[in-house]
């Protein structure tokens, strides 16, 4: 397992302590999930972009029973 340092101040440092106390999870859980989170908004989002930029360049639609039929599910 890796060890990651980072240098905050002293203020921040009290305020992460105090939230991770009140939420039953230990700093390194809270910061850990919390970058996780981060990440996967930020991949999230691309998708959503790369996924727009396809729809305008071919703005094809289909309704959920043309989607159904195409996947053999009725």
């Known amino acids: 397992m890796a060890v990651i340092q980072a240098r905050i101040p002293d203020e921040e440092a009290k305020f992460i ?5 009140v ?17 996967e908004d930020e991949l999230d989002l691309q998708a959503y ?3 727009m930029a396809e729809y305008r360049a071919n703005p094809v639609s289909y309704t959920l ?9 009725i």
């Open 17 to 21: 302590a105090n939230y991770a106390k």
């Open 23 to 39: 939420n039953n999870i230990t700093i390194s859980a809270l910061i850990r999930q919390t970058i996780m989170e981060k990440i």
């Open 49 to 51: 972009e790369d996924a």
């Open 65 to 73: 029973d043309e989607v159904m039929k195409e996947l053999d599910l």
